[in-house]
């Protein structure tokens, strides 16, 4: 793998904030500052006004329901089997007798995921859905059906980078 080539740069910051930082930093396990700012810089770079929604990406739908709302469990199921091309897993946890969490991971087009994670959303029953993109890939433009994506490939791509973008 090929070595980035760093940049040095200096920041001003008032005391205060610097001592903030500092035990942010401390409290994340970070070793040193630069760490913590190309951490922080690369969420930036995955917040929702910099995505193309055509790019392909990657991810997590996150989403609690109650599992007691009628026909709510199997509508769930079949908006993922309308979207099963981007959906890489799932993980289904009870919570209480009421309320279940479902987090699904995902990897497509940006705009196609928006689109479930909406759908979901909108239903009747769920009380939180959340889509968080963790991985842009730089490689690939343009709508892809399959999302580019084979369990028989030798080669499976991997996120370098794993910090989270909410929406």
């Known amino acids: 793998m090929e070595k980035d080539i760093l940049t040095r740069f200096g920041v001003s910051m008032p005391e205060e904030l610097i001592k903030q930082f500092d035990q942010y930093i401390n409290d994340q396990g970070y070793t040193n500052r630069s760490e913590a700012i190309r951490d922080l810089v690369r969420k930036v770079l995955l917040e929702p006004g910099r995505l193309n929604s055509e790019q392909l990406v990657a991810g997590t739908i996150v989403l609690v329901y109650d599992h007691h ?18 959906i890489i897993s799932n993980m289904h946890v009870h919570l209480n007798h009421e309320q279940c969490l479902e987090i699904i991971a995902v990897r497509g087009v940006l705009s196609e995921l928006r689109e479930l994670k909406n759908k979901i959303q909108v239903q009747k029953g769920v009380l939180y859905a959340e889509l968080s993109v963790t991985f842009v890939d730089d490689h690939r433009h343009g709508h892809d059906s399959d999302s580019g994506h084979t369990h028989n490939d030798a080669h499976h791509g991997h996120a370098h980078s794993h910090l989270h973008h909410h929406e």
């Open 69 to 86: 709302v009628t026909n709510l469990p199997l509508d769930l199921m079949e908006l993922q089997h309308e979207y099963h091309q981007h």
